[in-house]
């Protein structure tokens, strides 16, 4: 036991000696996080409204002022024409445009109903629809409050139309971070426990070290598991910081169980290294070790594990490969846990499937581990 | 020396045979049975490529012989391995300490390794280690060649190994530290440590009781070096003259010269046997017959090398 601790010392004094690598490994997610979180968001934000108006309506001049309140949209002014408005849009001075009828409010209580027409920059069709959609539901949401007091005073009329009510579960502002912070979590924790661990083992091939520590008493598959203890601490902080980023940067609340999220992103971190422990048992350069674990696990992670694009509209083919990548179990059950806030009885799926992976990859891992250099 | 044929020979090399790729000359092509005595100083010598880290990989359980075993404290390579590996101290010939990892460190590193504390053993590194006491807190990847082998030494040392194999300890060294890397060797020696050690340089051979001479994967020759050199029974000579390069030439045109080489400053020519001639005779056949000037020749005694060029042909 004295050795295995002597093993485990030597590597944190390895780790915590190459300061540029580990601030690579704990900056890393925080500028993935900030980077996903704000920069690259799918959001909308300060969208410019224009608007047009025949006459001073009091009811459209309230909405407005509410639009305008909101944190997506800011009220630029009213234009006299749908010119003017075209104008203004093409000049970028606005990106959606509101155009009320004539006797807007009058018509509204009317059996025949009031008409708002939507005009939206749809250069970035993307932003267009996301605009639309948010300005509508405000408009709605606004003139059904005032609707509802109307049918109360007068229930004999049949006035108001039927208004559509959307909504986004889960994740009712659409924010982008809900669906980047599980995927990031997936990519980092793999990044540094397949691609840290295995670069490590294989460069004591390469130095020449592992010769020396092949000819000692220590059972050599305690070397490999030596370490793996100060790769799981690092891991374990890196996923404590994304976590607290999460949370109190990006507000993402936790819905679920912080317990069984803690435990899922263990399962994966094991698995994680195991993926690096056989890597390391069966490559024998570092650069081919890191071409392994940069390139043919980590880009399928970008690509199969739901992270960016939708699995469901990939060809089935592809759908049964992505299947194989564990990374998609692990995104897949933090969604779930994290956002969706269910209990765990319905992640229980993922959590078994990825300890089997875990498994099989440690045992290939140790079948496949020589303890002569031939 | 103490060359027995007694049952504990500490190693015994049986007909070792390894051979890294198919349709390959084998890196290793041992015959017959070879034993390295209890407290031996075994010198391994020859060219880079003649098959001595192999040789040295397979004694010390790392590479797996394709045929032939041996004997390590009467264990067997192939099946005790394990147990082996608990008795050797192992030295490559890559510089294979941690370059992050301080002097001291280091050396707690590897005694820990092996379950040892640094005090049990110090008295044996003892005279290695009050060099790098100095440097104690320096990286070890920013020591001097020298300095980085005897750190490599005491870290193989630490645990007190009843063999020691040293593969080229003494390759990218300089000339004050390899001769009190030996010099360290020897004290070994003196404690009861059986040493293997290999090297390209011909003069360090002296320092060893045996040695063996490897070319091309087998032993050429495996004696004492006194006796390797009173074995040479040929007469060998040391030419010079101003124009050396012409000189190896007209030296390999001579019909009586056997073999003729460049050693150090001077050529030295072996005659063919059966055949006698003084050295102002070829001092002045030189001159007159092939225009030299200031030609010197020196009948002279057969070192190894000498010894090594001349078992090359058989």
């Given at each position: 036991?004295?050795?295995?601790?002597?093993?485990?010392?030597?590597?944190f004094?390895?780790?915590?000696?190459?300061?540029?690598?580990?601030?690579?490994?704990?900056?890393?997610?925080?500028?993935?996080?900030?980077?996903?979180?704000?920069?690259?968001?799918?959001?909308?934000?300060?969208?410019?409204?224009?608007?047009?108006?025949?006459?001073?309506?009091?009811?459209?001049?309230?909405?407005?002022?509410?639009?305008?309140?909101?944190?997506?949209?800011?009220?630029?002014?009213?234009?006299?024409?749908?010119?003017?408005i075209?104008?203004?849009?093409?000049?970028?001075?606005?990106?959606?445009?509101?155009?009320?009828?004539?006797?807007?409010?009058?018509?509204?209580?009317?059996?025949?109903?009031?008409?708002?027409?939507?005009?939206?920059?749809?250069?970035?069709?993307?932003?267009?629809?996301?605009?639309?959609?948010?300005?509508?539901?405000?408009?709605?949401?606004?003139?059904?409050?005032?609707?509802?007091?109307?049918?109360?005073?007068?229930?004999?009329?049949?006035?108001?139309s039927?208004?559509?009510?959307?909504?986004?579960?889960?994740?009712?502002?659409?924010?982008?971070?809900?669906?980047?912070?599980?995927?990031?979590?997936?990519?980092?924790?793999?990044?540094?426990c397949?691609?840290?661990?295995?670069?490590?083992?294989?460069?004591?091939?390469e130095?020449?070290?592992?010769e020396?520590?092949?000819?000692s008493?220590?059972?050599?598959?305690?070397?490999?598991?030596?370490?793996?203890?100060p790769?799981?601490?690092?891991?374990?902080?890196?996923?404590?910081?994304?976590?607290?980023?999460?949370?109190?940067?990006?507000?993402?609340?936790?819905?679920?169980?912080?317990?069984?999220?803690?435990?899922v992103?263990?399962?994966?971190?094991?698995?994680?290294?195991?993926?690096?422990?056989?890597?390391?048992?069966?490559?024998?350069?570092?650069?081919?070790?890191?071409?392994?674990?940069?390139?043919i696990?980590?880009?399928?992670?970008?690509?199969?594990?739901?992270?960016l694009?939708?699995?469901?509209?990939?060809?089935?083919?592809?759908?049964?490969?992505?299947?194989?990548?564990p990374?998609?179990?692990?995104?897949?059950?933090?969604?779930?846990?994290?956002?969706?806030g269910?209990?765990?009885?319905?992640?229980?799926?993922?959590?078994?499937?990825?300890?089997?992976?875990?498994?099989?990859?440690?045992?290939?891992?140790?079948?496949?581990?020589?303890?002569?250099?031939? | 020396?103490?060359?027995?044929?007694?049952?504990?020979?500490?190693?015994?090399?049986?007909?070792?045979?390894?051979?890294?790729?198919?349709?390959?000359?084998?890196?290793?092509?041992?015959?017959?049975?070879?034993?390295?005595?209890?407290g031996?100083?075994?010198?391994i010598?020859?060219?880079?490529?003649?098959?001595?880290?192999?040789?040295?990989?397979?004694?010390?359980?790392?590479?797996?012989?394709?045929?032939?075993?041996?004997?390590?404290?009467?264990?067997?390579?192939?099946?005790?391995?394990?147990?082996i590996?608990?008795?050797?101290?192992?030295?490559?010939?890559?510089?294979?300490?941690?370059?992050?990892?301080?002097?001291?460190?280091?050396?707690?590193?590897?005694?820990?390794?092996?379950g040892?504390?640094?005090?049990?053993n110090?008295?044996?590194?003892?005279?290695?280690?009050?060099?790098?006491?100095?440097?104690?807190?320096?990286?070890?990847?920013?020591?001097?060649?020298?300095?980085?082998?005897?750190?490599?030494?005491?870290?193989?040392?630490i645990?007190?190994?009843?063999?020691?194999?040293?593969?080229?300890?003494?390759?990218?060294?300089?000339?004050?530290?390899?001769?009190?890397?030996?010099?360290?060797?020897?004290q070994l020696?003196a404690?009861?440590?059986?040493?293997?050690?290999?090297?390209a340089?011909m003069?360090?051979a002296?320092?060893?009781?045996?040695?063996?001479?490897?070319?091309?994967?087998?032993?050429?020759?495996?004696?004492?070096?006194?006796?390797?050199?009173s074995?040479?029974?040929?007469?060998?000579?040391?030419?010079?003259s101003?124009?050396?390069?012409?000189?190896?030439?007209?030296?390999?045109?001579?019909?009586?010269?056997?073999?003729?080489?460049?050693?150090?400053?001077?050529?030295?020519?072996?005659?063919?046997?059966?055949?006698?001639?003084?050295?102002?005779?070829?001092?002045?056949?030189?001159?007159?017959?092939?225009?030299h000037?200031?030609?010197?020749?020196?009948?002279?005694?057969?070192?190894?090398?000498?010894?090594?060029?001349?078992?090359?042909?058989?």
């Amino acid at each position: 036991m004295r050795e295995f601790f002597a093993f485990v010392r030597k590597e944190f004094l390895h780790i915590f000696r190459d300061t540029r690598t580990l601030l690579v490994l704990i900056g890393l997610p925080t500028v993935l996080i900030v980077l996903f979180g704000f920069a690259i968001s799918t959001e909308i934000r300060n969208v410019n409204v224009g608007l047009l108006s025949s006459d001073g309506d009091l009811p459209v001049m309230r909405l407005m002022e509410e639009i305008d309140q909101s944190e997506y949209f800011t009220f630029k002014g009213s234009y006299p024409s749908e010119d003017r408005i075209e104008e203004a849009m093409r000049r970028g001075q606005i990106d959606v445009a509101l155009i009320f009828g004539k006797g807007f409010s009058s018509r509204l209580y009317s059996p025949e109903g009031a008409e708002v027409a939507i005009v939206a920059d749809a250069t970035n069709p993307n932003n267009a629809s996301m605009e639309v959609m948010y300005l509508s539901s405000i408009i709605s949401s606004y003139f059904r409050d005032d609707m509802v007091m109307a049918a109360m005073m007068s229930p004999s009329a049949g006035y108001g139309s039927l208004v559509p009510n959307l909504k986004m579960m889960y994740n009712p502002q659409l924010k982008s971070s809900y669906n980047f912070v599980p995927g990031i979590m997936g990519l980092i924790l793999m990044l540094i426990c397949s691609l840290m661990t295995s670069v490590s083992i294989v460069k004591e091939k390469e130095t020449g070290s592992m010769e020396v520590l092949l000819v000692s008493p220590v059972k050599p598959i305690n070397i490999v598991l030596a370490k793996m203890i100060p790769y799981f601490v690092v891991a374990c902080v890196v996923l404590i910081n994304i976590l607290l980023l999460t949370i109190f940067v990006l507000k993402v609340p936790v819905e679920g169980s912080f317990f069984w999220m803690i435990l899922v992103s263990v399962i994966y971190i094991v698995l994680s290294l195991g993926i690096g422990m056989l890597v390391s048992a069966v490559v024998r350069t570092q650069i081919i070790a890191t071409l392994i674990c940069g390139v043919i696990f980590l880009v399928p992670v970008m690509m199969f594990s739901g992270m960016l694009y939708p699995l469901e509209s990939m060809p089935a083919a592809l759908q049964w490969f992505a299947q194989l990548i564990p990374a998609k179990w692990f995104i897949e059950a933090m969604r779930k846990i994290m956002i969706e806030g269910v209990p765990v009885r319905y992640v229980t799926n993922e959590i078994l499937i990825m300890t089997a992976m875990a498994v099989i990859f440690f045992a290939a891992a140790v079948m496949k581990f020589n303890d002569k250099l031939d | 020396m103490e060359v027995s044929g007694s049952e504990n020979s500490p190693i015994v090399i049986d007909s070792l045979v390894k051979t890294y790729r198919k349709n390959f000359p084998p890196a290793v092509h041992l015959t017959g049975r070879m034993r390295i005595g209890r407290g031996e100083l075994f010198g391994i010598i020859g060219p880079d490529g003649a098959g001595k880290t192999t040789l040295f990989r397979m004694l010390a359980t790392l590479v797996t012989p394709d045929s032939g075993t041996a004997l390590i404290e009467g264990m067997d390579i192939l099946r005790d391995y394990r147990k082996i590996r608990t008795v050797l101290g192992y030295m490559p010939g890559k510089f294979s300490l941690y370059p992050d990892l301080s002097v001291r460190e280091n050396l707690e590193f590897f005694a820990s390794v092996f379950g040892k504390d640094i005090d049990v053993n110090y008295g044996l590194i003892e005279d290695i280690y009050c060099r790098l006491k100095p440097f104690e807190k320096r990286k070890a990847g920013k020591l001097s060649g020298g300095m980085k082998q005897k750190l490599a030494l005491c870290c193989s040392l630490i645990h007190s190994p009843s063999i020691l194999f040293l593969d080229e300890p003494t390759t990218g060294v300089d000339p004050s530290s390899r001769r009190e890397l030996w010099d360290n060797l020897a004290q070994l020696k003196a404690s009861g440590m059986t040493i293997v050690v290999s090297t390209a340089y011909m003069d360090e051979a002296d320092r060893c009781d045996r040695v063996g001479m490897m070319k091309a994967g087998s032993f050429l020759a495996v004696d004492s070096p006194a006796d390797i050199i009173s074995g040479f029974s040929r007469k060998l000579f040391s030419v010079r003259s101003d124009d050396m390069f012409r000189l190896l030439k007209d030296l390999r045109s001579i019909a009586a010269v056997d073999k003729c080489y460049t050693f150090g400053d001077s050529h030295h020519i072996i005659l063919k046997t059966g055949i006698d001639a003084a050295p102002e005779e070829i001092c002045r056949y030189l001159t007159v017959k092939s225009g030299h000037s200031g030609v010197v020749v020196k009948e002279i005694k057969a070192t190894l090398e000498d010894c090594y060029m001349n078992l090359e042909e058989r």
